[in-house]
């Protein structure tokens, strides 16, 4: 019998008590979900940063930190981590993601802002380019990053990807480095940012870096906030070289009532609902990575902790 400590957010929990126990059953794992126990006894801990676990040297027996969230900026600094750490990739956050996606590159595609908005009785007969003349570029080429550009890459549109590591990708050209991002930039009508929030992409936009975008770039944020620089944002939105942002993550979340972005013209903003953790897809990743751990093979999303992704 393995124990499972839940160290997430406590109103999730009766949630997870039902659909965790199932999960791993399905596996043959036999387990003790727990939210309170000896921290000797436990082999695993399902976390969130915003929950009760922020020493882990009391776990001795540790063999895995299982992270509830997909993004791990706040737990992989934490030095008295020592085990693998995973972050969530489920289905239904990858599905969430590149519906989200997908939908605000049509929005900007297809001008359907232009056609809501000026209900004025102006016939605007002005058709959009086909998807295969419109590019895309993307910032970011993990799970979700690739799940969304393949969605789009199969509504015809060209789409173009940047990572920190050189990758390969059916019918996409795949960029690198200082050069390759400079590259993208320079090519993508609409960016979507969907990288991780380190050290080295911090600011990644900034006031040089946007102005290499093409005149009326649109730009689409469902990654982290501190990809951003504000300021250049904003500077760029109001010479319009940058025609508009649509920002689902922010350096301040809740987003303040008085930051500039809420009453901004050319800014779009949602809060934070770009793709959720479902506990039910959770639960499926978090069993196989149980059973992984248990039969001594490679967990699934274990974070690199020298890239801190």
Request: aromatic fraction near 8%.
């Amino acid at each position: 019998m393995i124990t499972l400590l839940y160290a997430g957010n406590s109103d999730d929990w009766d949630t997870y008590a039902e659909v965790l126990p199932k999960a791993l059953t399905a596996k043959g794992i036999k387990a003790n979900l727990t939210r309170d126990c000896d921290p000797t006894t436990v082999d695993y801990i399902i976390y969130t940063p915003n929950g009760p676990v922020q020493d882990f040297s009391p776990f001795t027996n540790l063999k895995a930190v299982l992270n509830l969230w997909a993004g791990v900026e706040k737990i992989e600094g934490n030095e008295t981590l020592k085990v693998p750490l995973c972050r969530m990739v489920d289905s239904g956050l990858r599905e969430g993601m590149t519906e989200w996606v997908t939908g605000h590159t049509l929005r900007y595609h297809l001008g359907m802002d232009s056609y809501i908005l000026q209900q004025d009785g102006v016939w605007r007969n002005t058709p959009p380019p086909l998807a295969r003349n419109r590019t895309v570029g993307f910032l970011g080429l993990g799970e979700l990053g690739q799940s969304s550009a393949k969605a789009l890459i199969d509504l015809n549109f060209n789409v173009l990807g940047w990572s920190r590591r050189q990758k390969t990708i059916p019918d996409m050209q795949c960029f690198s480095g200082e050069d390759g991002l400079t590259e993208i930039l320079c090519k993508s009508e609409i960016l979507v940012l969907l990288l991780p929030q380190t050290p080295a992409t911090h600011h990644i936009l900034n006031a040089k870096s946007l102005q290499l975008l093409p005149q009326g770039a649109q730009i689409i944020n469902p990654g982290r906030g501190p990809l951003i620089d504000d300021d250049a944002l904003l500077a760029a939105l109001n010479t319009g070289h940058i025609a508009h942002a649509t920002l689902d993550v922010f350096n301040v979340e809740p987003l303040p009532p008085e930051h500039p972005y809420w009453a901004h013209k050319a800014v779009t903003v949602t809060p934070h609902i770009a793709s959720e953790t479902r506990a039910s897809t959770a639960a499926e990743v978090i069993a196989e990575n149980v059973s992984r751990g248990e039969s001594g093979q490679k967990f699934l999303y274990q974070v690199d902790r020298a890239a801190k992704y």
